[in-house]
């Protein structure tokens, strides 16, 4: 026998709990099934030999919906914020330098040639338009400005967020407001200038809570309580009839067994992968949509030291390195200069990534070959002196969704084809940004979305669950 419910949403990571509790908010009880044996994907805290390990997300950006969420959960007070002026660092010539963060920093910066110097301001001055179809962040930035400034700002920023190849990455897809402020104002400046305090609330700050990352999971799973399920995992969804409407039925194993839940409405909050399997017999045109979507693989290398062991700075947000460096590192940051409680008050916490886009390979390369190759590379950058106290090491071979060119089509296509379901949306991180705040923002507009659809076509569901 099915049993149905107003909505189901698979995939337990902080798309789906996020969106389960902003349905169950609205009064709508949805149960989220997630596959492994804990809830929150990625995300993940632990605490060892007194350091604060974050694994997956070393931070987020508060964005307003996230504050809002956190607010929501009663974790306002636990939420931290980095100091803005804290320094961003990019390795040059076997040094750290500034990375120029404001007009006079870029005039100032031995980053850059005057060549360069001057395409900026050039740039600022000089209206054009992007091109009619996808172009890539390493075009655009030769387009607008130099090989020059890609090379030593642009690529590394694109490894620290993306783990990308700026070559195929889409700039319309991966950096949005950068296309849209060419497009609608022909200059980056002009149009920052221009937007610049329209929204005062939506800062960029970098947080996290004091407890770590994880808290904010924890308390999604706790306000969700029995309508979060974990170790069910869904196969195939398929339409079903419930109450003579149509809606959506899958079958779920769990312990052993295998029973058939049924839905007016679902959202699917998994990988693409993942979904697109689940989708491929409702829809084989969406899960073939959604398949050839690609991630990066990342290793992440968290090393503790004695700050005595420490020659160089280590002051600040962290470093980039450029792949002209020779480096395999993509970046590090400085988890204990960030916020307190990482480590311990004589030690600092370092956590470094190495992989990406273009050095797939690393992210296999066993735990001990990498937390050495790490502590060699930092050795040489930060002036390390001895080996590491404390060490940890996590490996994501699909760490990172790659908006490579031809993805805002890909994606748009997606959304076309699931209009054709009724009751049906996606959630995740390859749909509108990585980052854990737009997870959080589309996960609000799905659940804004299912609660409209809910209350439109099923409202004897809908008043059920209030």
């Not at 690529?155 to 497009?183: C, K």
């Not at 004091?210 to 869904?234: D, I, M, W």
């Not at 190495?354 to 797939?360: E, F, I, M, S, T």
């Not at 296999?364 to 990498?370: E, F, G």
Request: hydrophobic share 45%; with cysteine.
């Amino acid at each position: 026998m099915a049993h149905d419910f107003p909505v189901i949403v698979i995939g337990g990571g902080i798309s789906g709990l996020a969106c389960g509790y902003f349905l169950k908010k609205s009064g709508i009880e949805a149960l989220v099934l997630e596959a492994a044996d804990r809830p929150g994907g990625v995300v993940s805290t632990r605490q060892e030999a007194g350091f604060l390990i974050e694994e997956g997300p070393q931070s987020f950006t508060g964005t307003r919906e996230l504050r809002a969420l956190a607010r929501g959960l009663g974790l306002a007070g636990e939420m931290l914020e980095a100091d803005a002026r804290a320094p961003r660092y990019v390795l040059f010539r076997g040094q750290l330098a500034a990375a120029p963060l404001s007009p006079f920093a870029f005039v100032r910066t031995p980053l850059l040639s005057g060549r360069s110097k001057w395409a900026l301001v050039r740039g600022a001055l000089r209206k054009t338009r992007p091109p009619e179809g996808d172009e890539s962040v390493a075009a655009f930035v030769r387009r607008k400005f130099t090989s020059e400034l890609l090379e030593r700002l642009v690529a590394p920023m694109v490894s620290g967020i993306y783990a990308g190849d700026p070559e195929r990455l889409s700039l319309r897809a991966a950096f949005p407001s950068v296309y849209e402020l060419e497009r609608e104002h022909g200059s980056l400046l002009r149009g920052a200038l221009e937007a610049r305090g329209k929204d005062a609330e939506e800062r960029s700050t970098i947080s996290t809570f004091r407890r770590g990352n994880e808290v904010l999971l924890r308390a999604l799973a706790e306000a969700l309580g029995s309508s979060l399920v974990c170790g069910a995992r869904a196969r195939n969804v398929c339409r079903a009839s419930i109450a003579g409407r149509a809606g959506f039925s899958a079958q779920i194993e769990k312990s052993g067994g295998t029973q058939t839940l049924e839905s007016h409405a679902l959202v699917i909050a998994t990988d693409p992968h993942a979904a697109g399997s689940l989708l491929a017999e409702l829809s084989p045109e969406l899960s073939e949509l959604l398949a050839p979507i690609e991630f990066a693989a990342v290793a992440e290398v968290a090393l503790g030291y004695e700050k005595r062991q420490i020659g160089g700075t280590c002051d600040g947000f962290g470093f980039l390195a450029p792949r002209q460096e020779g480096l395999r590192l993509l970046g590090t940051v400085w988890n204990s200069s960030l916020f307190p409680g990482r480590a311990p008050e004589d030690a600092v916490l370092v956590t470094s990534f190495v992989g990406g886009a273009l050095d797939p390979d690393a992210a296999s390369l066993d735990p001990q070959t990498l937390a050495e190759i790490v502590h060699a590379e930092l050795a040489r950058v930060m002036k390390i002196r001895g080996w590491p106290v404390f060490q940890a090491v996590k490996r994501y071979l699909r760490a990172l969704p790659q908006y490579n060119l031809g993805h805002a089509a890909r994606i748009a296509a997606v959304e076309e084809t699931c209009a054709r379901f009724p009751g049906l949306w996606l959630a995740g991180n390859y749909l509108e940004g990585p980052a854990m705040g737009a997870c959080v923002k589309r996960a609000h507009k799905v659940a804004i979305a299912a609660q409209g659809f809910l209350r439109q076509s099923a409202p004897t569901a809908a008043t059920e669950a209030t």
